[in-house]
């Protein structure tokens, strides 16, 4: 499955979990809502990105996740991660995490 099909059937999954899911922009690009906050989305460069948080260990996933910096001249994004399609059989669960997150 390319990879923005499999971001988009991820979204399609939690949207129907829960009513406060939505679907959404963010740097335009598709994403998910949580009560009107972003906590995952599809980049223009084929990536899932994932609000994880500042804390977030990332040794479980040290493979799949890299830091998001989408900006030249700027720091990267705090707690915003990313994954590479070869690793979307991750996104699923990176997708609860970040959900988790949000929600606390």
């Given at each position: 499955?390319e990879?923005?099909?499999h971001?988009?059937?991820?979204r399609?999954?939690?949207?129907?979990?829960?009513?406060?899911?939505s679907?959404?922009?963010m740097?335009?690009?598709?994403?998910?809502h949580?009560q009107g906050k972003v906590?995952?989305f599809?980049?223009?460069?084929?990536k899932?990105?994932?609000?994880?948080?500042?804390d977030?260990d990332?040794?479980d996933?040290?493979?799949?996740?890299?830091?998001f910096s989408?900006f030249?001249?700027?720091k990267?994004?705090?707690?915003?991660?990313q994954s590479?399609?070869?690793?979307?059989?991750?996104?699923y669960e990176?997708t609860?995490?970040a959900l988790?997150?949000?929600k606390?």
């Open positions: 499955m990879a923005k099909a971001f988009e059937q991820i399609a999954e939690f949207c129907k979990k829960d009513h406060a899911i679907v959404g922009k740097m335009h690009s598709e994403a998910i949580y906590f995952a599809f980049s223009t460069k084929g899932m990105v994932f609000k994880l948080g500042k977030f990332v040794a996933f040290h493979e799949s996740l890299q830091v989408p030249k001249s700027k990267p994004m705090s707690g915003w991660y590479d399609a070869a690793f979307k059989d991750t996104w990176l609860e995490k988790e997150l949000i606390s």
